[in-house]
């Protein structure tokens, strides 16, 4: 009797463990929602999104050819606000690539008819425990319509 009442416990024991088990840092509701907002602003040039999720010292990376173009966050939300309105026409998608308690790297894809432009976000957590976006890398694939009409990835 003593060992079934053991058995019990013990397996009681393992199944509370194994549904309580850590499993890894978790992507909090604050960061989505920045993401969501970063995409939230880039579909509808919503310049007051976009200045509310950037961090005060926010940078943009865009290769150019052999170059790199930096914006600042005044220089970017400013061009927003020029433009303020305009409905981008693409599909959005983002995926979390690695994350931790203060610091997250996501990608955000914007697809349009003949390209992918992919946003790759450094979000951190600010000293008020804020979520900002601290860099984004703007990185550009065109999409190659063959004959047939259906897009297809290119490949470098």
Known sequence: MKNKFLVACVI????ATTLFAYTGPKVEAGCTAVIRDFIDSHMSSNYKKLNKVLDENSSFKIPRGEKVIHQDKSSLVEAMKNTA???????SNYEV???SDALVIARVDFTYHDNIQHNYLIVEKNDNQEWKITQVCKMFDDIE???????????N
């Open 12 to 15: 009681s024991l393992l199944s």
């Open 145 to 155: 319509i063959p004959d047939n009409k259906e897009p297809v990835t290119a490949k």
């Open 97 to 99: 690539l690695a994350n």
């Open 85 to 91: 309105g305009t409905q981008q026409n693409c599909q």
